[in-house]
């Protein structure tokens, strides 16, 4: 079994203790000759004994570490305290192609053992050499260098090291180095590798971003998908989820009055600025057909209800902009309900489309449909409205009870009014109460009861289409039923 290699840390304390052991041998010289200078009745032959004794332990000292140096597998290498060179190691030598050189000064050190900027044919800067910035005794550590020999080049790391004297002064700059050849080759192998698949990835990122344009990233991720390569002919799952449908009123008659080029400019600058009403309250548009809008929100219901009361000010602000620009202002309305829903893929072989099946969708077209019946930009069903965290949070009344087509079933529909112009909606707000028992009134066939109740709504709030709908009903059961 190989023994680890040593870490340059351990070779560096290794050649300080060595060295630190020589210097203490040379002190242990010294005092034996002042000892042998001061005893006089020491015969010759004593001191000479004593002087070969110490002289012989700092050559065992200097041979031990000289071996020691030689025999480690990094290169070693130390310079003076002037920037000469004063050693280096065998595997020093390897790496150099060279041993210790004689220099004029620090200065042609780079460029005497060849030691370029890796990478690069120019003379790697003497002054940052570990070894140098050693000699002003600093701790340096590089390993962007590289060995140019005869036949190869040699990427090295180095590790330069100040050796202090007594008096605090940098008396050699020791620097231990090794070839990291096969480690820089197998990073740069590493990095082509990482470059092949981040490019591999933004490309399926651009694909998906640009698929997401057509199929919502938000339907993929439901079907439990990030990428829309892997979605397949008849995936689906079922969800429970609140629809949105958004229309514009009367937008065939408009697009009747602008040319193609008119109608797809207007239309883009409405969706366009629809968009972040929905996806700043968590949801997403599953398809737009033609003017109109179709939005799902997966969370919870009170998302629906803010991306429409979000679409409505939007709205408002369009308008003006309309105006003062001299085109027409425009209304939308918006219907959601809310339950259980199928999301999937629908197509053949050459054309495949996301969609989403179920009678909570139905719903939620024919709620958008009646908000035309009764003049108001906003329906939501009971069923969205029993999803609500906190119904009170926003501005509704119940507007009827009616049996849409497809439903064998009454639903019923309320409005949120908060996008109402304020004094509007102060003026539905302070009439609420009375409105309310209008309408227990009416559902109980007190027609006569019901209709002054309205009346009085109309007088506070004469711009009220509900209220006057339902005050001409009254009017109208009243005379059916004396009529029988």
């Known amino acids: 079994m190989l023994e680890e290699e040593p870490s340059r840390e351990h070779l560096l304390l290794e050649i300080e203790r060595l060295r630190q052991q020589v210097e203490d041998l040379k002190e242990e010289k010294a005092d034996l000759e002042i000892l042998l200078e001061t005893t006089a009745e020491h015969s010759d032959t004593i001191?000479?004994?004593?002087r070969y004794r110490a002289l012989e332990a700092v050559r065992e000292g200097e041979i031990k570490l000289a071996k020691f140096l030689e025999a480690i597998p990094i290169g070693v290498a130390v310079l003076d305290a002037r920037g000469r060179p004063y050693y280096v190691n065998h595997a020093g030598k390897q790496l150099f192609g060279k041993g210790v050189l004689p220099l004029n000064a620090v200065?042609?050190?780079?460029?005497?053992?060849q030691i370029y900027i890796a990478g690069t044919d120019t003379i790697y800067p003497y002054e940052n050499l570990p070894i140098v910035r050693a000699l002003r005794g600093e701790s340096a550590k590089s390993d962007d260098l590289e060995i140019h020999q005869p036949d190869k080049k040699v990427?090295?790391?180095?590790?330069?090291?100040?050796?202090?004297d007594e008096g605090g002064k940098v008396a050699f700059a020791i620097a231990v180095f090794q070839d990291i050849t096969e480690r820089k080759q197998s990073e740069a192998e590493r990095h082509l590798k990482l470059n092949k698949s981040l490019e591999s990835l933004a490309a399926e990122l651009d694909l998906t971003d640009a698929y997401g344009r057509f199929v919502p990233h938000q339907f993929l991720h439901l079907l439990g998908y990030e990428s829309i390569i892997d979605v397949n002919l008849g995936d689906q799952v079922q969800q429970e989820m609140s629809v949105m449908f958004?229309?514009?009123?009367?937008f065939t008659a408009l697009s009747e009055t602008l040319t193609p080029e008119e109608n797809f400019k207007f239309i883009n600058a409405y969706l366009s600025r629809m968009e972040p009403a929905i996806t700043s309250n968590n949801g997403f548009i599953d398809k737009y057909i033609g003017d109109a809008i179709m939005a799902l929100f997966s969370d919870c219901a009170d998302d629906a209800v803010k991306a429409g009361i979000a679409m409505l000010n939007t709205l408002t602000n369009y308008n003006e902009h309309r105006q003062k620009v001299g085109y027409i202002p425009i209304?939308?309305?918006i219907g959601i309900n809310s339950g259980s829903l199928m999301l999937g893929t629908v197509g053949g072989k050459s054309r495949m489309d996301s969609t989403v099946i179920s009678d909570a969708v139905n719903l939620a077209s024919r709620i958008e449909g009646?908000?035309?019946?009764?003049?108001v930009p906003l329906l939501i069903s009971q069923q969205t409205l029993q999803r609500l965290r906190n119904p009170a949070d926003y501005a509704i009344r119940i507007v009827d009870k009616v049996q849409v087509k497809g439903k064998s079933q009454y639903v019923v529909v309320y409005e949120v009014f908060d996008a109402d112009p304020p004094e509007i909606r102060s003026a539905k707000l302070a009439n609420l109460p009375v409105y309310t028992e209008a309408m227990l009134l009416c559902d109980r066939k007190e027609f006569r009861e019901a209709g002054k109740?309205?009346?009085?709504?109309?007088?506070?709030?004469?711009?009220?289409?509900?209220a006057r709908i339902y005050l001409k009903r009254c009017r109208d059961w009243r005379s059916l039923l004396k009529g029988i």
């Open 331 to 333: 209304q939308i309305g």
């Open 246 to 250: 958004a229309d514009i009123r009367d």
């Open 453 to 466: 109740l309205f009346e009085e709504c109309l007088r506070k709030n004469p711009s009220d289409p509900v």
């Open 370 to 375: 009646l908000t035309k019946d009764y003049g």
């Open 107 to 113: 200065e042609d050190l780079s460029e005497s053992y």
């Open 155 to 164: 990427s090295v790391e180095i590790l330069g090291t100040p050796i202090f």
């Open 47 to 50: 001191e000479t004994e004593l």
